[in-house]
């Protein structure tokens, strides 16, 4: 079992520019998260999605958009990038989206915007 | 908002036990309190949960009092190794009942030789 899997793991974009951040899991998890994490502000939840078919936003989901493409891939795209974009982006999975089932995280994709 | 408050800091030396606490005191009733270990260049990694009273497993023990409005790990006998940021983590509701994990800033423990 791979886990979480993100690609890419780096990334530089010029101010303008869209990409799209991959995520899948391969263990048949119904919910899946993208977090953001900035130096000394922990981790702010981006988007969501609790389960296939659903997506809803967290706490800073201005300038992103996701898809869950299906069970397995959840995928966060920055449509024009801004350097108050540069971080460091996680994506989790969750096996029930309860709060008795632990996030399972990825090793991220660390994103400069210049 | 689900809101944890940790210290942002701990030092400690090799062998010793440490304690970090988290208060949330706007924890749901039904929800659980998840503690996750971070190295450096890699995403958050599940140490230990419980709902009230202790818990324990290989790495780690969890202490809830019966208010459950704080919670406190401890780490016996810590090494190098366990330099690491420390969260805790409670959740919220959303509008529509999912459930929404939510991420304090964490404790950064260095241990010292």
């Known amino acids: 079992n791979a886990g979480v899997t993100q690609t890419p793991k780096f990334q530089v974009l010029k101010t303008g520019q869209s990409m799209t951040l991959q995520c899948a899991q391969d263990?048949?998890?119904?919910?899946m998260y993208w977090y953001r994490q900035d130096p000394g502000m922990g981790l702010r939840l981006i988007y969501y999605?609790?389960?296939?078919?659903?997506?809803d936003k967290g706490e800073v989901p201005n300038g992103y958009n996701v898809s869950r493409l299906n069970k397995r891939e959840f995928s966060l795209r920055l449509e024009s990038a801004a350097p108050s974009q540069t971080s460091v982006y996680f994506c989790?999975?969750?096996?029930?989206?309860?709060?008795?089932?632990?996030?399972?995280f990825g090793n991220g994709t660390r994103l400069t915007v210049t | 908002l689900a809101k944890t408050t940790q210290p942002i800091s701990m030092d400690s030396y090799e062998g010793q036990e440490v304690n970090i606490t988290c208060s949330h005191n706007?924890?749901?009733?039904?929800?659980?309190i998840t503690w996750y270990q971070q190295f450096p260049s890699q995403g958050p990694r599940f140490i230990i949960q419980?709902?009230?009273t202790k818990v324990t497993n290989e790495v780690a023990s969890l202490f809830i009092p019966a208010d459950r409005k704080s919670s406190t790990l401890s780490l016996p006998r810590v090494s190098l190794s366990d330099t690491a940021v420390y969260y805790c983590?409670?959740?919220?509701?959303?509008?529509?009942?999912?459930?929404?994990?939510?991420f304090g800033r964490g404790t950064s423990l260095i241990v010292h030789p």
């Open positions: 989790a999975s969750s096996e029930t989206g309860q709060g008795f089932s632990p996030l399972h």
């Open positions: 263990m048949n998890h119904n919910s």
């Open positions: 999605s609790a389960s296939e078919g659903t997506t």
């Open positions: 706007n924890i749901a009733t039904n929800d659980y």
């Open positions: 419980g709902y009230k």
């Open positions: 983590l409670v959740g919220d509701i959303s509008a529509g009942g999912s459930y929404i994990p939510t």
